[in-house]
């Protein structure tokens, strides 16, 4: 069986409304041209093999508004949150303040604040794994008093709606800080959110109230908790930038 025609790559540059516009091109065994913009804003580009560069750099001009929107999306993104690691050193957050982890020796596993350390003492030497189980366990133990004293500042404002007062319940989510059942009135918040700021704590809080008028995430939804909370999204940023 014959091997797909493929090129060594060309690196070309084109002027477009007083900027450069950069682009990979790889002619290839195929029928039409394919252009790619990849997250980090570089442009790739396949072409039929027995095309001229000078063609395909005309059909870029073509494409450059499509190309620089694609490019300005990308960077527009917010960066990734940074990964926590659970070893002697590294930054953990509590109510959105970092605190160095220290590991100590004790007769039995405990986490404390220490001035502006977060201390885990254990009678032997702990892997990440068991420092990680042994902090989640920790958050869980701050959550109930967190997040009622949160629904104390949230739920004056849903005063108006006459409203039963919501049951809070702390449990572990993997891809959901939050959430809620408004046929009983219970909201779910995870005990991660004992790392964030109480601004974002109420943040998510009020997120989970307001589905106790608006079940889903329609303009009707997104209108209440602007009108409850007009900065939300300055919460909501925060929260995503804290170390997953």
Same mark, same amino acid.
């Given at each position: 069986?014959?091997?797909?025609?493929?090129?060594?790559?060309?690196?070309?540059?084109?002027?477009?409304?007083?900027? @450069?516009? %950069? +682009?990979?091109?790889?002619?290839?065994?195929?029928? *039409? $041209?394919?252009? &790619?913009? /990849? #997250?980090?804003?570089?442009?790739?580009?396949?072409?039929?093999?027995?095309?001229?560069?000078?063609?395909?750099?005309?059909?870029?001009?073509?494409?450059?508004?499509?190309?620089?929107?694609?490019?300005?999306?990308?960077?527009?993104?917010?960066?990734?949150?940074?990964?926590?690691?659970?070893?002697?050193? @590294?930054? %953990? +957050?509590?109510?959105?303040?970092?605190?160095?982890? *220290? $590991?100590?020796? &004790?007769? /039995? #596993?405990?986490?404390?604040?220490?001035?502006?350390?977060?201390?885990?003492?254990a009678p032997q030497p702990l892997s990440a794994t068991q420092t990680e189980a042994l902090l989640h366990a920790w958050y869980a133990q701050q959550a109930g008093p967190l997040f009622a004293a949160s629904l104390a500042r949230v739920w004056p404002r849903f005063a108006e709606f006459n409203l039963t007062r919501p049951t809070l319940s702390v449990r572990q989510m993997r891809t959901r800080w939050g959430s809620c059942t408004p046929r009983s009135a219970r909201i779910r918040l995870s005990p991660e959110l004992v790392r964030a700021s109480p601004g974002c704590l109420d943040y998510v809080l009020l997120h989970e109230c307001c589905h106790l008028l608006v079940g889903d995430h329609s303009l009707a939804f997104y209108d209440l908790q602007t009108r409850l909370l007009p900065d939300w999204q300055r919460w909501k940023a925060e929260l995503n930038a804290l170390p997953k």
């Open positions: 069986m014959p091997r797909p025609f493929s090129a060594a790559p060309r690196h070309e540059t084109l002027a477009y409304q007083n900027q @450069s516009l %950069h +682009y990979t091109l790889v002619f290839r065994s195929r029928r *039409s $041209l394919g252009f &790619a913009v /990849r #997250p980090d804003g570089s442009v790739h580009i396949s072409a039929p093999a027995g095309t001229s560069p000078e063609w395909v750099a005309q059909q870029v001009l073509k494409k450059a508004d499509w190309i620089l929107k694609h490019q300005q999306t990308f960077a527009n993104r917010p960066a990734p949150a940074p990964t926590r690691r659970f070893e002697a050193g @590294s930054p %953990h +957050y509590y109510q959105g303040k970092p605190y160095q982890l *220290s $590991l100590a020796e &004790a007769a /039995r #596993p405990t986490v404390a604040l220490v001035d502006d350390g977060l201390v885990v003492s």
